[in-house]
């Protein structure tokens, strides 16, 4: 048993999660191949935050059964949130799967791979810090969720919130830093919620100016905030410190008061515009991110253009949109129907899309004619791509190496989804902590 395979789908703390695991394997002497059939580990990590999503994990665990056939020594294991406390209607699915893992615990495979190959897995499993770490990497500082929004399962399946000691995190950036990191990206379901649960009670922006300190690290990003923990003292820290990024993912989920209460989101329509508000004083090159969800349980067309005005009114940087679907056992399954037909729930994600791509075109035109500093993260279709501080996708063509440099690049075109340049070899930013 020497080789496995992982797929993954879903958030970005699934992904962090992947990347963990792959790296207790790999302390294990079990290495990555591409291809699940070349594997004798498999393991699919999971997400059930939509519908969709859930059907595609099902899907590819559906493809697992003739593999599992054809090697029965095969271990094929499911994590990540379709696991909960109890398993039973996965097992009688899924029969051949071998084990089931609630994200975050590991535990479960690497004792089953350590009785496979005769290897003590606790003795030879150190820190889960990446081996191979790209560029950029993916740091989770926080887990779980204690927030109990109507529509979310991330709770039941995560559980209460934990935060990892300062220290903790700055060793694994050090690490990091030391593999050839130069961006990590802090992650948490309720990321500006960080620390509250310590004994010393740190907040994230004491987390920031730590890590602020670390050589080798050029930036420093983080999702997702909930406008509840997003404190005037984070927001300051995001404008003084040169490392992090102004570059915020603030998800509203909807614009209407009724609806954010039955969400129980635990803030108002004019709490959030606020919200922006402060945050665009203290750094008026800010990029704010949001999410939205349509069609959630009794919402109306009044309701929903009091959305649509939000976004109009606002014009953000990016808005993911997508339609309420039911998740079994959250609060929402349980007390409310399901009541807004899927064809609506479509129109109302396609309004929502339309006027963002509208506001993104509007915004990125903006920036033809500028300088922006991105760090160079590898090459697609030929070109060299990164993102800007503010996480706008850049290309530019060139023949030399530049995987990991920080590069200006002149923007010459633009899409609401990207913005094409030319490497600048002798430019000056206009503004070298934003974009324009």
């Not at 889960?128 to 560029?135: A, C, K, Q, S």
């Not at 969400?263 to 329509?269: A, L």
């Not at 309420?324 to 396609?350: F, H, L, N, W």
Request: net charge negative.
């Amino acid at each position: 048993m020497n080789s496995y395979y992982l797929w993954t789908i879903g958030c970005q703390m699934n992904i962090a999660d992947s990347e963990r695991l792959g790296a207790a394997l790999e302390q294990m002497g079990i290495q990555q191949v591409e291809k699940a059939a070349d594997a004798d580990v498999i393991v699919l990590n999971s997400c059930v935050v939509r519908q969709g999503a859930e059907d595609k994990v099902a899907s590819n665990l559906a493809w697992m059964a003739p593999l599992k056939k054809k090697q029965p020594e095969r271990i094929v294991a499911l994590m990540g949130c379709m696991v909960g406390p109890n398993s039973d209607d996965l097992v009688r699915r899924f029969p051949y799967v071998d084990v089931f893992m609630r994200p975050q615990q590991f535990e479960p495979l690497l004792e089953m791979v350590g009785e496979r190959t005769g290897v003590d897995w606790e003795g030879c499993v150190g820190p889960l810090t990446p081996n191979r770490p790209d560029v950029t990497c993916h740091v989770p500082i926080i887990h779980g969720c204690d927030m109990m929004c109507t529509f979310c399962i991330i709770p039941y399946r995560r559980g209460r919130q934990v935060s990892r000691p300062v220290e903790d995190v700055a060793l694994e950036v050090e690490t990091l830093a030391s593999r050839g990191v130069k961006e990590v990206t802090l992650l948490g379901q309720t990321v500006d919620a960080y620390g509250h649960d310590l004994p010393d009670q740190p907040n994230l922006a004491d987390l920031f100016a730590r890590l602020n300190e670390i050589g080798g690290i050029e930036r420093i990003r983080f999702l997702t905030s909930h406008p509840k923990f997003m404190t005037q003292e984070i927001i300051q820290a995001v404008a003084d410190l040169p490392k992090v990024c102004e570059h915020i993912n603030l998800p509203v989920q909807a614009g209407d008061d009724e609806i954010l209460d039955e969400m129980r989101r635990q803030y108002s329509r004019a709490d959030y515009i606020d919200l922006v508000g402060r945050i665009r004083r203290a750094m008026p090159d800010v990029a704010l991110n949001t999410d939205i969800i349509v069609g959630f349980p009794g919402e109306t067309e009044e309701q929903f253009q009091q959305t649509l005005d939000l976004l109009a009114k606002l014009r953000l940087d990016k808005v993911h949109c997508a339609s309420y679907s039911t998740r079994p056992g959250t609060i929402a399954s349980r007390t409310m129907d399901d009541a807004v037909p899927e064809d609506e729930k479509t129109s109302r994600r396609q309004r929502v899309d339309s006027l963002q791509e509208q506001i993104q075109t509007e915004i990125n035109a903006k920036l033809v004619g500028s300088y922006v500093e991105i760090l160079v993260e590898g090459r697609k279709r030929g070109k060299w791509q990164g993102r800007t501080r503010s996480h706008k996708l850049v290309f530019f063509e060139d023949e030399a190496y530049h995987q990991g440099e920080m590069a200006t690049v002149k923007i010459e075109r633009s899409s609401p989804w990207s913005l094409q340049g030319s490497l600048a070899v002798e430019a000056k930013l206009l503004n070298p902590r934003g974009d324009d």
